[in-house]
């Protein structure tokens, strides 16, 4: 039997890389020694105000159809989200609700891209990237942004990467897999080139309040870029919400049109009890969030310190999410074979780096979702294992 072309386009490398991840929690559910640091679903529980919303929402008889584009209340407290951090001022029609950040960049890609179009990012980029670009047909450009300069991106290659057929500049702020955020020189660099070109901006910004040292600034904030800017957020990371699927997206209303249309045919609206849950943790889980901001905060600390004078291991401090980077060339192992060992002698599970791209192929990315008695523990085994290295 013979299946469409589309299907190649969303496999590869990058799907490839959760090999051992997936093989490590089936492992887990048998032994209790196995360490899982290679995804980013946080440790903590959703916290309880949020899951007794839904709760009540349930009890109430909460289960049938919404809007297709979601409840007025919860589009209302995204866009009084988006506002309190930026000078613009959007609202709820500005706002569609979807299954998450990644149903969000999916759709976004099939509302504007099509065979031929080319779509700029950076590498590294989060492993789905070129699966949600490369659905529509268009083709992934990528752009340097390499460990030498702390994986910040190449602003004059991008400049030379535009082409007549390029349709928009993708990235996330800040960057999955190496924490990066973008500070206001290079977004303003970036919307020049937007705007030059007459592009459209997708900007993933799961990670925006977890970020450690610095604000985060959204390119749809910078003059004349809302209209030419599709941004992308979910509840997943800030408020320990990965399985409600709770995500979605600021646009511009003609934008929000097509995706309501797209919506009707692919998800015809979250459920009501979730929405419920997202108004919570928008209109009172600030607290939460800055508490689970805290905790990563120390755990990027102490995996950054452990592994500060190990010879083999270059570590960057990541500014913002929930992952590190670590630098294993000097091992002479390649990223593939480095967590195939590593899984192998201390049943820890991290992600091959050069599932992001061809600057992070000598890189391995660790989660600190765990415990600091856990992340401390896989530390010292990952530290053992270079040790027992020829």
């Given at each position: 039997?013979?299946?469409?072309?589309?299907?190649?386009r969303?496999?590869?490398?990058?799907?490839?890389?959760w090999?051992?991840?997936?093989q490590a929690?089936?492992?887990?559910?048998?032994d209790?020694?196995?360490i899982v640091?290679?995804v980013?679903?946080?440790?903590?529980?959703?916290p309880?105000?949020?899951t007794?919303?839904a709760?009540?929402?349930?009890?109430?008889?909460?289960?049938?159809?919404?809007?297709?584009?979601?409840?007025?209340k919860?589009?209302?407290?995204?866009?009084?989200?988006?506002?309190r951090?930026?000078?613009?001022?959007?609202?709820?029609?500005?706002?569609a609700?979807?299954a998450?950040?990644?149903?969000?960049?999916f759709?976004?890609?099939?509302c504007l891209?099509?065979?031929?179009?080319?779509?700029?990012?950076?590498d590294?980029?989060?492993?789905?990237?070129e699966?949600?670009?490369?659905?529509?047909?268009?083709?992934?450009?990528?752009?340097?942004?390499?460990?030498?300069v702390g994986?910040?991106p190449?602003?004059?290659?991008?400049?030379?990467?535009?082409?007549?057929r390029?349709?928009?500049i993708?990235?996330?702020?800040?960057?999955?897999?190496?924490?990066?955020?973008?500070?206001?020189?290079?977004l303003?660099?970036?919307?020049?080139?937007a705007k030059?070109?007459?592009?459209?901006?997708i900007?993933?910004?799961?990670?925006?309040?977890?970020?450690f040292?610095?604000d985060?600034?959204?390119?749809?904030?910078?003059?004349?870029m809302?209209?030419?800017?599709i941004?992308?957020?979910?509840l997943?990371?800030?408020h320990?919400?990965?399985?409600?699927?709770?995500?979605?997206?600021?646009?511009?209303?003609?934008?929000?049109?097509?995706?309501?249309?797209m919506?009707?045919?692919?998800?015809y609206g979250l459920?009501?009890?979730?929405?419920?849950?997202?108004?919570?943790?928008?209109?009172?889980?600030?607290?939460?969030?800055?508490?689970?901001?805290?905790?990563?905060?120390?755990r990027?600390d102490?995996?950054v310190?452990m592994?500060?004078?190990?010879?083999?291991?270059?570590v960057l401090?990541?500014?913002?999410?929930?992952f590190?980077?670590?630098?294993?060339?000097?091992?002479?192992?390649?990223?593939?074979?480095?967590?195939?060992?590593?899984y192998?002698?201390?049943?820890?599970?991290l992600l091959?780096?050069?599932?992001?791209?061809?600057?992070?192929e000598?890189?391995?990315?660790?989660?600190?979702?765990?415990?600091?008695?856990?992340?401390?523990r896989?530390?010292r085994?990952?530290?053992?294992?270079?040790?027992?290295?020829?």
């Open positions: 039997m013979k299946f469409a072309r589309r299907v190649q969303v496999a590869g490398d990058g799907a490839a890389a090999d051992i991840h997936y929690l089936v492992d887990q559910e048998t209790s020694d196995v640091l290679s980013g679903d946080p440790d903590f529980s959703t309880a105000a949020i007794n919303a709760i009540k929402a349930l009890n109430d008889g909460d289960t049938h159809y919404t809007p297709i584009l979601g409840r007025s919860l589009c209302r407290a995204i866009a009084e989200e988006f506002n951090h930026n000078s613009v001022n959007i609202d709820e029609s500005n706002v609700v979807l998450g950040a990644q149903n969000a960049l759709t976004a890609s099939l891209s099509e065979p031929g179009d080319e779509v700029v990012t950076f590294p980029m989060y492993l789905t990237y699966a949600y670009i490369g659905v529509s047909g268009a083709e992934v450009v990528r752009v340097p942004a390499r460990k030498e994986f910040r190449n602003l004059e290659a991008l400049t030379a990467a535009i082409t007549p390029t349709k928009a993708a990235f996330a702020n800040p960057n999955n897999p190496s924490g990066v955020v973008l500070d206001r020189n290079e303003a660099k970036i919307a020049d080139i030059q070109h007459d592009l459209w901006v900007s993933d910004e799961v990670y925006s309040q977890l970020c040292e610095q985060h600034r959204s390119i749809a904030n910078l003059p004349n809302l209209e030419r800017t941004t992308v957020n979910s997943s990371k800030s320990a919400m990965t399985g409600w699927r709770l995500g979605w997206m600021i646009a511009p209303r003609e934008m929000i049109k097509h995706v309501e249309n919506g009707l045919c692919m998800l459920p009501g009890f979730v929405q419920e849950a997202g108004i919570e943790a928008l209109t009172n889980g600030n607290a939460e969030t800055q508490r689970m901001l805290d905790q990563y905060r120390r990027r102490i995996v310190k592994f500060a004078n190990v010879p083999s291991i270059t401090a990541p500014q913002a999410g929930m590190v980077l670590l630098d294993i060339s000097a091992t002479g192992l390649s990223a593939a074979d480095f967590v195939k060992q590593l192998k002698q201390q049943k820890v599970s091959n780096g050069a599932a992001f791209g061809k600057n992070t000598h890189c391995v990315r660790l989660s600190f979702t765990s415990n600091e008695e856990t992340l401390q896989a530390c085994r990952i530290i053992d294992f270079l040790e027992s290295m020829p």
